[in-house]
């Protein structure tokens, strides 16, 4: 099972201190984040992508790329790429180049975005969202699996004998993820394909990402990629350790008030009985953690939120290192409890690599047979 | 079939003239369905206890603790009678809170009874203005007799003077009959049941 941190990239005041970083700061901290994940034991570390304040991340693969040069073991990955607004052909050339510079380190997950003015930014229409992540979806995987694409569709200008470069590495196709909080079409879309399916999970209630997981594994099987339990999925986690309890929750009680998303609403209590939140001992999110598989099922990949709503780098720094002692007993607790025939990490380059070469040698095995 | 009736009622104090309202709508509901012969509950639900619940769901996106039930029973209604004070010449933010945090379509095509409470019968006409199309917006099927109850009818002994008695008991027979006329099978929608097929999708 993979563990690892997801990142917003918001750019926010530290409501303890009135300190907001600036985006050169946030920027170079979120690689030191980047780092400090590898060096705890995690294995993933995605970035979402967002064009407008308070938000940096908008160029994903530049700065996934500059975190590869500088790890060995990590998969960057991203939280989400939005399918709606970036253009196909730019995805599958920024995302391949990445895919050669990080040696297959890496893989990534679509999203629709929500915030309605980024769209006509990009020439798009927010009410078209579910059909633009449907259509760009379908060209993205063309082009990397086909080396002169004719095309032609609503939202793009038509195709003819283009081809992406650089060619995916090793002919291989980066593994895809899609993640949606409430768009059943998404779950779909992922099941179709036999993809990897992210439930966002945080900031919701777990009956919401259950029922989605739910239908992607339901379809995962109807469209005969495996049975429903050996699909794919990837779950989010928000989590704040302390030693002690009280620590954890007098220490985070600030930044949860404050954070853009939900503060000023739910007490922190509220907010942790109602979604994943946990707030508290390394303990008390090992066993918050393991309890998710009795909703979505045995699961491949849990990804933390650990770096918003303000905390500053010193303090996201040490959650990392308690997250490591976390993982550390989580992979032992979640393989004790999975049966044998659910895998236990989503595909890698190297799994689909073998893959690709298992089933281009029986091929070969069966026309040598036909001679 | 056993039909229900949900009452959804904005009012601020306990025993308010607003809640006084919504029980004797409730009442005369019910009885009215049952002149009819057809059986009916009443479930009122105010939003005072709900009002944290409420903002929660604006900021947070999702709904909690007893509102999830409150949400439920009004989506899963048979009718509604919704009744609000006059506040500002509108309805009162708690009452429009209430049915901007509802789900899209969960009042399409269902009897919805309109009443509001206020200090003077100057405001009557706020059901008509500023209620009505907020209802006509939700597609709900509203009830053509709207009540407004003024202090000045509410009478001397606390009882209701006879004019406003008259327009319940007219409101309440003419939900009484757009619920009695309802098909018997309701449609409930579920919308991951109804997700299209992929290829469906792909090929839109």
Do not use: C
């Not at chain 1, 570390?45 to 308070?54: I, K, L, R, V």
């Not at chain 1, 391949?96 to 380190?105: E, I, K, P, V």
């Not at chain 1, 309890?245 to 509220?270: I, K």
């Amino acid at each position: 099972m993979q563990f690892g941190i997801f990142t917003v990239g918001d750019v926010t005041e530290d409501p303890t201190t009135g300190t907001t970083p600036t985006e050169h700061e946030r920027i170079k901290n979120t690689v030191a984040i980047a780092k400090k994940a590898e060096e705890v034991g995690l294995d993933v570390f995605a970035t979402g992508q967002h064009h407008n304040p308070p938000f940096v991340p908008s160029a994903p693969t530049t700065t996934l790329a500059y975190i590869a040069a500088q790890t060995s073991r990590l998969i960057l990955s991203t939280s989400t790429t939005l399918i709606t607004t970036t253009d196909p052909v730019r995805i599958a050339e920024d995302y391949a180049t990445l895919q050669h510079l990080s040696d297959g380190r890496m893989d990534l997950m679509m999203g629709r975005g929500n915030m309605g003015p980024v769209y006509p930014w990009f020439g798009k229409d927010i009410r078209e969202g579910i059909p633009l992540a449907i259509e760009n979806y379908a060209l993205l995987r063309r082009l990397w699996r086909e080396e002169n694409v004719d095309w032609q569709g609503r939202f793009r200008t038509p195709l003819q004998g283009f081809t992406s470069t650089p060619r995916p590495l090793d002919g291989v196709p980066p593994f895809v993820w899609h993640g949606s909080i409430r768009s059943p079409e998404i779950a779909e879309q992922a099941a179709y394909y036999g993809d990897g399916f992210f439930g966002n999970h945080i900031f919701w209630p777990a009956s919401h990402t259950e029922q989605m997981v739910g239908l992607y594994r339901e379809r995962f099987e109807h469209y005969g990629h495996g049975a429903a339990d050996q699909a794919i999925v990837g779950l989010g986690g928000q989590v704040y350790l302390a030693r002690n309890s009280q620590d954890a929750v007098r220490e985070f009680r600030p930044y949860f008030d404050n954070a853009p998303v939900y503060g000023h609403g739910p007490s922190l209590e509220e907010f942790m009985s109602q979604t994943p939140l946990t707030v508290g001992t390394p303990a008390q999110v090992v066993e918050r953690t393991l309890g998710f598989r009795e909703y979505v099922g045995d699961y491949q990949r849990q990804l933390f939120l650990v770096d918003h709503a303000g905390l500053p780098l010193a303090t996201v720094l040490k959650q990392l290192d308690m997250l490591g002692e976390v993982v550390a007993e989580l992979r032992p607790a979640f393989e004790a409890l999975r049966p044998s025939h659910v895998p236990s990490d989503p595909p890698t380059h190297a799994t689909q690599l073998a893959n690709q070469t298992a089933s281009q040698s029986s091929a070969a095995e069966t026309t040598g047979g036909q001679q | 079939m056993t039909r229900s009736i949900v009452v959804v009622t904005a009012g601020l104090s306990e025993q308010s003239s607003t809640s006084m309202l919504a029980d004797r709508l409730a009442t005369e509901s019910v009885a009215a369905l049952a002149k009819r012969d057809v059986e009916a509950t009443a479930e009122i639900i105010e939003l005072r206890p709900l009002a944290h619940d409420l903002t929660n769901n604006l900021l947070t996106g999702f709904a909690a603790g007893p509102l999830v039930a409150a949400l439920r029973s009004v989506r899963e209604a048979d009718g509604v009678i919704a009744v609000t004070p006059v506040f500002s010449a509108s309805y009162s933010g708690l009452f429009k809170t209430f049915f901007d945090v509802l789900e899209v379509g969960a009042l399409d095509g269902k009897p919805v009874l309109m009443a509001a409470t206020a200090g003077t019968s100057r405001h009557s006409l706020m059901l008509e203005h500023t209620m009505r199309p907020l209802f006509s917006y939700l597609r709900a099927v509203i009830v053509p007799t709207a009540v407004l109850a003024a202090s000045e009818d509410w009478g001397s002994a606390g009882g209701v003077s006879g004019e406003l008695s008259t327009r319940i008991a007219r409101a309440a027979g003419q939900l009484g009959d757009l619920v009695a006329g309802l098909p018997n099978q309701q449609v409930k929608r579920d919308r991951f049941a109804d997700v299209p097929d992929f290829e469906t999708l792909l090929n839109a």
